[in-house]
């Protein structure tokens, strides 16, 4: 070979080391900046169950240990507890964070197994638990880094370093029996290979497939940290037998109560006036028995209001008459005659109520006024506006009472209904207890339905007239052995499952055979026992655990 081909060769070498070097930068996979730390170390820590309440103690990441505090039967976060931690005669307080059930204490965990004995004290309740072999988690080792030799990144290098060099002396062998030609060939060859090599196994999303892992196996356990349930909102609830009500699905809307409820209308045709001491109310607005809604001016011809005035005038003729009369058999004592004064006193108080209608009502202002106490919920004038005695000034409501009309076409049912529940997509998580005062007794020739009406038994106040609600009417009762809501059937694998908790950081997928279906609740039969703890809400975020 001479000093050309010399080069060249050293040249194809170089390639072959870099790509090589470049295997050795792969072998860790990081592409991108590591995410944040989590607040605390996932599954490294102690949990305990007691009596109202359950506990997981994680190590934190910034030193001390991290106290989560669910309660036992919903698992939902206890906020504003008193947390106290015992641990080996000593007593610390966990102090609340800014999460709701997260508690920081100030203790790390020991190298040696300790027991904590933690009482807890939180809405009246008070709980006694107690964690056994307490100690700080040591991350899993291989036995070759455990006794000093390389990590597997670092056996990685050096494979593509091994075969690097083994490629070397089979390039010398080539040359020496099929000169440089061969050994060009074989060098550029290992030199296209090393990425492919380096990236052996690695998916970077360019159209190569995917690699899948199983979803939830009915039967084996799911593990969620505490963290990730408060987060994504995790409930469980206790399966046991219930009395089910069976319902029809009605469509209904909220209606006045007729004791509750006034239209304000004038006594006769007139002006809306503006008066400064009395002002329209606005929708909303809450009034008392009494107020003045609206103030009418009456809408008289001349002609009728020169006859009122000349009426007023006799009237007031006629008290100021009696007025004197009055005065002189006053000043007359004993000469006057009683009954003669009586007769005056009386004509008196009659001439000045008709002063009072005639100037109140024939040619002074009428008053509008609250015939109850309530809310304003509509008000159909304003200023100046010319109103008839039919014209409903002002709708006034007692937020109190308000009904419930719903419509029933199937008439075998009336009979078979009491009561029931309404609810709408207005006002979340809000279920409203109904009972039945009656039916119209005759078919609406509009919607050629029996309406049937609901007393509120409790928050009718969040209720609002005309809104429309979903109404559950009860037509009778089943029996269920063992039930779980309707929502806490999870699909796993084509087969419906439900998930127990089993620990507080740890869910059985549970495969079940589902009975009778009655409204919000289903029947599971030999599969989950009274008293287990099954997800109630989340457990679609369970099945979709990976």
């Known amino acids: 070979m001479n000093t050309r081909q010399i080069f060249a060769v050293a040249t194809l ?141 670092d056996w990685k290098g050096w494979l593509a370093g091994g075969g690097a060099v083994a490629a070397l002396l089979g390039v010398g062998m080539i040359a020496r029996r099929r000169g440089f030609a061969g050994a060009a060939l074989v060098l550029l060859g290992l030199a296209a290979a090393g990425p492919a090599f380096a990236h052996a196994g690695e998916d970077h999303g360019d159209g190569g497939a995917p690699t899948t892992q199983a979803a939830v196996v009915p039967g084996r356990a799911v593990t969620m940290p505490k963290e990730s349930q408060f987060l994504l909102g995790v409930r469980t609830g206790r399966a046991e037998a219930r009395e089910v009500a069976e319902a029809v699905r009605l469509v209904g809307r909220v209606v006045p109560d007729p004791t509750g409820y006034a239209r304000v209308q004038p006594a006769q045709a007139g002006r809306v006036v503006w008066d400064p001491d009395h002002p329209l109310p606005v929708p909303g607005q809450s009034v008392k028995r009494g107020d003045v809604l609206a103030v009418i001016e009456p809408n008289l011809t001349a002609l009728e209001r020169s006859d009122q005035r000349a009426a007023l005038y006799r009237v007031e003729t006629a008290i100021a008459q009696t007025e004197r009369q009055i005065r002189r058999w006053e000043q007359m004592g004993d000469a006057a005659r009683r009954k003669d004064l009586d007769d005056a006193r009386l004509d008196l108080a009659r001439l000045v109520k008709e002063r009072e209608q005639i100037a109140g009502t024939a040619l002074g202002r009428e008053y509008l006024r609250a015939p109850l106490d309530g809310v304003v919920t509509d008000v159909h004038v304003v200023p100046g506006e010319v109103i008839a005695p039919e014209t409903t000034a002002i709708e006034v409501v007692d937020p109190e009472r308000l009904r419930v009309e719903a419509v029933l076409h199937d008439l075998a049912l009336a009979d078979r209904i009491a009561g029931g529940q309404a609810s709408t997509r207005l006002l979340k998580d809000h279920v409203f207890s109904l009972s039945l005062i009656g039916s119209g007794g005759r078919i609406d020739p509009r919607d050629q339905g029996l309406h049937l009406i609901f007393a509120v038994t409790d928050g009718a106040r969040l209720l609002k007239l005309g809104l429309p609600l979903d109404v559950l009417a009860h037509t009778g009762g089943s029996s269920l052995r063992v039930s779980v809501p309707r929502e806490a059937i999870a699909d796993a694998g084509g087969r419906p499952v439900v998930f127990v908790k089993t620990a507080p950081e740890i869910f059985e997928a549970r495969p079940v055979r589902l009975g009778r279906v009655v409204g919000g609740w289903a029947e599971v039969a030999e599969d989950v026992a009274p008293g287990e703890r099954v997800v109630v809400r989340g457990a679609a975020q369970l099945a979709a655990t990976r």
């Open 13 to 153: 070498v170089g390639a072959v080391l870099a790509s090589a070097s470049a295997a050795m930068a792969h072998s860790g996979h990081e592409h991108a900046a590591e995410p944040p730390p989590p607040v605390a170390r996932s599954g490294l820590g102690a949990a305990g169950l007691g009596e109202h309440f359950e506990i997981v103690i994680k190590v934190a990441d910034g030193g001390g240990s991290l106290v989560y505090l669910a309660d036992l039967d919903t698992s939902a976060p206890v906020a504003g507890a008193a947390v106290e931690v015992e641990a080996e005669g000593t007593a610390m307080i966990a102090a609340p964070t800014a999460s709701p059930g997260i508690y920081r204490l100030a203790w790390e965990m020991p190298a040696r197994p300790v027991d904590l004995t933690v009482t807890v004290s939180a809405a009246g309740r008070d709980d006694l638990l107690l964690l056994t072999g307490v100690a700080r988690p040591v991350a899993p080792q291989s036995a070759a880094v455990a006794a000093g030799f390389a990590s597997p990144a």
